[in-house]
């Protein structure tokens, strides 16, 4: 049973640009709680899949070199260390990794499934020919791209009938990968028992989405929007993972986007006990004494995130009265939430940078804040800068090195309100 720690107001749709400001929305009542049985942390009521999914899809993930430096890097450990594949040094041509380039241990039998392929970021790191990678994406924006590019992708939803579907028209897979697309379903039961059931004998399934852990830690609360069902620690995962027959053997921590844990899990009938890594103890046994199992640690939680609203916008209403010029970098899903629960609209924030197409020419969700076409010359005239998309700092602050000769000011509401 859920009980409610949270609630950030009425929200839109994380990830809807507008065309018009006038332009009606759909909105819903964005409330967080805890379930004492699970330990799972997730929405109090959920948002059709269908709405948020969909052929309008904005999100991109191929949008910052940080993810697809990330994406090349996982599937250098998925081939090299669970396909049995060898990565000789000075093969990697690019983005692509020549599979006739690689010596292999073994001769590679099997095939990668990857739930939720978005625009091929990770599928991108195989040759296409080989159908060594095979992709699951409902937005059709974006399974139409990776089945241009030759990488067989369903549009479909991942639940147990696509399992079969896949299952029975490509053989069991030898790894199950997903990244930053599990926490979005809300039934976490018919997910992990529909990749128990497809994976090879043997097989891994690997995924990767943001930490409970580092989110408190950071209070990065703006993680929590309409696409985000659920906000994983490993406990939690441990607990609805074990029920549908699969076993985590190792935790590895990520710093991508402000803190991921990247979980490898095996079906529990294929286990043997030297297969679980120290990882696993180490990661809970953490969680544990943060107090991730109990409801008062996200009561707490709750009460550092009203106070960093009220750091934001004493800060935000005293640089408008100085008349100083504030716009933000990165029209993120997290600056959705930001603005929506603080009531941040042009007034406080005049407009939003991207550099996506789809959302450029836009206005924001929920406080329609235009978004406009990144270009460097935008920043000249600008004071500060409200990092919408802070999990990139490092690529931004390099990208924007005379921004910040010329004096100019980064500022962000994680872990607290900050020049950067
Ligand atoms: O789980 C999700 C995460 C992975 O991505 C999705 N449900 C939704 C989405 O969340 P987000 O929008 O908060 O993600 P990002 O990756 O923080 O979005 C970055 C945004 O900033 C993109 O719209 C691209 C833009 N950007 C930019 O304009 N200039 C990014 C960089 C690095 C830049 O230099």
Not at 56 to 85: C, D, P, Q, R, W
Not at 132 to 149: A, H, K, M, R
């Amino acid at each position: 049973m859920k009980q409610q720690f949270l609630d950030l107001g009425k929200q839109p749709l994380a990830n809807v640009f507008l065309d018009t400001q006038d332009e009606k929305e759909f909105t819903y009542n964005l409330k967080v709680g805890f379930d004492e049985e699970t330990k799972l942390v997730s929405l109090m009521e959920y948002v059709d899949s269908g709405l948020m999914f969909n052929d309008t899809y904005t999100y991109s993930a191929s949008m910052s070199e940080t993810m697809k430096k990330h994406f090349k890097e996982v599937a250098g450990f998925i081939y090299s260390n669970l396909l049995g594949g060898t990565i000789s040094e000075g093969h990697l041509r690019g983005y692509q990794f020549d599979r006739q380039a690689y010596k292999f241990d073994a001769p590679i039998d099997g095939y990668i499934l990857e739930i939720g392929s978005n625009d091929g970021v990770f599928m991108k790191q195989f040759v296409s020919n080989d159908n060594l990678v095979v992709g699951v994406e409902p937005c059709g924006n974006f399974s139409d791209i990776t089945n241009q590019l030759g990488y067989k992708t369903y549009e479909r939803f991942w639940n147990k009938e696509t399992s079969e579907i896949i299952k029975k028209e490509n053989g069991r897979p030898k790894v199950v990968f997903a990244a930053n697309c599990i926490c979005h379903i809300p039934d976490l039961d018919e997910t992990f028992s529909s990749v128990e059931s497809i994976l090879d004998k043997n097989g891994v399934f690997i995924f990767e989405d943001p930490s409970l852990l580092e989110m408190i830690n950071r209070n990065s609360f703006d993680q929590i929007y309409d696409e985000h069902a659920h906000i994983f620690s490993v406990l939690s995962l441990n607990n609805i993972l074990s029920r549908n027959n699969l076993t985590i053997i190792k935790v590895i921590n990520s710093p991508v986007h402000g803190g991921s844990n990247i979980i490898i899990a095996k079906r529990t009938v294929d286990l043997n006990e030297t297969d679980i890594d120290p990882s696993v103890k180490t990661n809970i046994d953490n969680e544990q004494i943060f107090g991730l199992d109990k409801f008062e640690t996200f009561q707490r939680w709750s009460k550092k995130i009203e106070d960093n609203k009220t750091d934001l916008l004493i800060l935000l209403n005293n640089l408008k009265k100085s008349g100083k010029k504030v716009i933000s970098y990165g029209a993120t899903s997290k600056s959705t939430t930001v603005f929506n629960y603080c009531g941040i609209d042009s007034r406080l924030i005049e407009f939003i940078l991207d550099t996506t197409p789809a959302k450029q020419g836009k206005f924001s969700p929920g406080m329609h804040i235009p978004v406009i076409k990144y270009s460097p010359e935008l920043m000249n005239d600008v004071s500060y800068v409200f990092l919408g998309a802070w999990n990139f700092v490092e690529e931004i602050k390099n990208k924007e090195s005379n921004f910040v000769k010329n004096g100019g000011k980064f500022l962000t509401h994680v872990p607290k309100i900050m020049m950067v």
